[in-house]
C-alpha cells in the first residue's frame, strides 16, 4: 500500500492561505473596507476546502488494512544537525484523521455563524484573517510528522488566541485577557519544548539521524530509560496543562472570554484547548509505559474538573459558566487519557466539540439577540422570545450534562466506566460527582436565561432570534449533540464502538472489561446522580430565583476561590518585583558601572590631553621639533 | 673645514626653527621656514663638495625650486587668512584648538 501521498499539505494551506489573502486585503483596504460579502465568501474557501481534503484522507484511510492506516507526505528537510534529522511533513493516521474531521467541520460551521455574528462590526476582515489562520494553525498541529512541526501549529494558535481574544482592542481588559492567555500559554510551550529536548536526547542513539517523527520515535521508544521517560511525559503534560487549561495553568481560559463569542466557541471546541488531550493521545505509547505519568494526568484532570465544576456552579456570566464547563470537561478528557483510556478521551474531545460550540454559539445567540448583555441575572424568560435558541441550547445542556442519549452521556461515562475498570475508583467517585455539579450548572443556566420571568424587561423587550446564517449552523450542531454519542455505542448497548476501533491502531490502549452488571450499575448511578442536579437547579432557579449576595463558600467560589489573586501575590508581583529590582538597581549600577567607568575615564584623559590640543601653530611646530628631534637622536644611534 | 659649513647650516636652521617657533607674525614664520630650507641647501652643497659628486647640487637645485613653489603658495594663504581675520598674528588663527 502507497502511504506517501501529496494533498496532505493542502489541509493546513488553505486556511493559511485564506488568512494571507484576507489579512493583504485587510491591510490595504483599512481605511475603505471591501464588502462584507466578499470577505466572508473568501473566508470560506480554505475551511470548506479543508474539510473536502480531510473527506478524502478518510476515505483514503478505510481502504487500507487497519493496521497499517496511515498517510504521509514530506515537504522537505526542515533542518539536519548531528542526530537530529527534522523533515518539514505531515503524518495523518486515525487519530489526527478524527481530529482533522470535527477541526474541519466545526471550524467551517463556526465561520458561517461569524458571518452573522460579526456583521457590520469593525475590522471585519481582520476578524476572518485570524480565524482562516487559527484554523489552519490548528491543522498544522494536528498533522505534522513530529512533535517539532507540531510545535509550529503549538505556538502559532497561541498567537492566534491572543489576537483573537483582544479583538476587541479599545477595552484595556480586553488586551490584559488576551495578554494572560498568551503569557499562561508560554509557561506551558517552556514544558513542551523541554519534554521535546529531553525526548531527543534520550533517543538520540537509537534514532541515529533517522527523521525525527511519531514513526520513528514510536519505533525506538522502548529504547527511553526511566527518568527520562517519565520526565518526557511530564513535561509534555505540563505543555498540556498550558494548551488545555488543567490546573495550574488553567486561569487563562474563564479570562479568554473577552472575545467575540464565536472566537469562543472556536478555542473551546475545535481548536487549541483539545491541543493537550490530543498530543497526550499522540504519546500514548509513552504514557502507557510509565504508568506514573499516567496517574498525574488523571489526577490533575479530574480535580481540574471539580474545581472548575464547583466555580461554574456560581457565576453570574453567560460565557463564564460555559468556559468552566469547557475546564471542567478537559479534565474528564485528561483523566480519561490519564487512566489509559486514549480512546473514551478522545471521544470525549469528539463529543464535546459538537455541544460546546453549540452551547457557545447558542450563548452568543441570546447575546447579540440581547445587544452584548451577558449576566443571566439579567436575562430570564427568553424561551417565548427565542424558541429556537432555548431548544438548541436545552440540547446542547443535555448533552453537557451527559444525559442519555445524548453525546456527552456516552462519551463520558466510557471514561467514568474505564476509570473504575481499571480500578481508579476515587476517579470514578470523583468524576460522578462532577457530573452532578455539570447537571446542576447547566440547568441554572438553561433555567435563569430562558424560564421564569423576565428579570430586565427593557433588554427583554429588545430580543430577538438570530438570522438564519446563524440559526443553521445552530441547527446542525444541534443534531450532531444529539447523535455524536451513536458513533461510538458500547457494547452494553449492543453497539460497536466505532469510533475505538477506528482509533485503535494509533492508540497503546489495553481494555479492562468489567462485567456487564458493574456497567450498568455505574450507568444508572451517574445518570441519577445528574437527574439530581437537573432537579436540584430546576427547584432553586426554575421559578422564583434570589439573586441574592453569595456568603461562606459560596462568595469563594464566585470569586474563583482566588487563586488568580493567589496567583498575582506569590507569582506575578514577585517576578514584578524581581523584574524592577533588575531593572532599577541591577542594571544601572552593576551591568552598567564598567560601562559608565569606561566613558568616564575617557572623559578624564581627554580633559587631560587636551591641554597640548592648543590650537596654535607654534605649538605644533614644537611637537613637531621635539619628535623629528627624538627621530633623529633615536636613528643617530642605530647607525 | 667641512664642520664650518656644517655649524653654519645648523645655527642657520636653529634659528629658523625658533623664528616659527617663536614668532607669531605669519611673514617671519615663512620666511624663517626659507631660512631653514637654505640652511638644508648649505649642507646639501657642503657634502656635495665633500664626495664629489653633484648629488647635493641637484638636490640643493631642486629645494629652491621647492621654495619658490612654497613661497608662492604660503603668500596665497596668508593673503587669504588676512582676508578672514584681518591680522597677521598666528594665534589668532587657532581653530584646531581642543
Known sequence: MEHTVNYLVCIPLLPLAGAFVLGMMHMFTCKNPLPEKLYSFLAMLGPLGSLIFTLIVFATLREMPAESRYLTQDLFTWFSVGDLHVDMGFFADPLSTLFLLFVTFIGSLIHIYSIGYMAGEENFGKYFAYFNLFLGSMLILVLGNGPVVMFIGWEAVGLCSYLLISFYTKERDNVLAGNKAFIVNRVGDLGFVLGVAVLFWGLHSALGGAGFDYLNIKASASSLTGGAGLAVCLLLFLGATGKSAQIPLYVWLPDAMAGPTPVSALIHAATMVTAGVYMVARFSFLYASFPLAGDVVAWVGILTALLAAIIGCFQRDIKKILAYSTVSQLGYMFAGVGVAAYSAGIFHVFTHSFFKALLFLGAGSVIYGLHHEQDIWKMGGLKKKMPLTWIVMVIGALALAGFPPFAGFFSKDEILFMALAKGHWMIWLIGVGVAGLTAFYSFRLIFLVFHGEPRDQKSYEKAHEPPPVMTIPLIILAVGATFAGFFNLPSFFAGDSMVSTWLAPSLLEHHSEASRVTEGVAMVLSIAVVLLGIFYAWKTFAFKPQDKPLTGFAKWAEDKFYVDEFYNAFIVQPWIAFGRTISNFIEPNIVDFPIKGTAWLYGVLGMLFKVFQAGYVRVYAIYMVIGLSLMSIFLSQSL | ?98
Open chain 2, 1 to 98: 673645514m667641512i664642520e664650518d659649513y656644517l655649524v653654519l647650516s645648523v645655527i642657520l636652521f636653529c634659528i629658523g626653527i625658533l623664528g616659527v617657533i617663536s614668532r607669531r607674525n605669519v611673514f617671519t614664520v615663512l620666511m624663517s621656514i626659507e631660512l631653514m630650507l637654505n640652511a638644508a641647501n648649505l649642507a646639501f652643497v657642503a657634502f656635495a663638495r665633500l664626495n664629489e659628486t653633484m648629488d647635493g647640487q641637484i638636490l640643493a637645485m631642486m629645494v629652491i625650486a621647492v621654495a619658490a613653489a612654497e613661497a608662492a603658495l604660503g603668500l596665497a594663504v596668508i593673503i587669504l587668512l588676512h582676508r578672514q581675520k584681518g591680522r597677521l598674528d598666528s594665534n589668532v588663527f587657532s581653530l584646531l584648538k581642543g
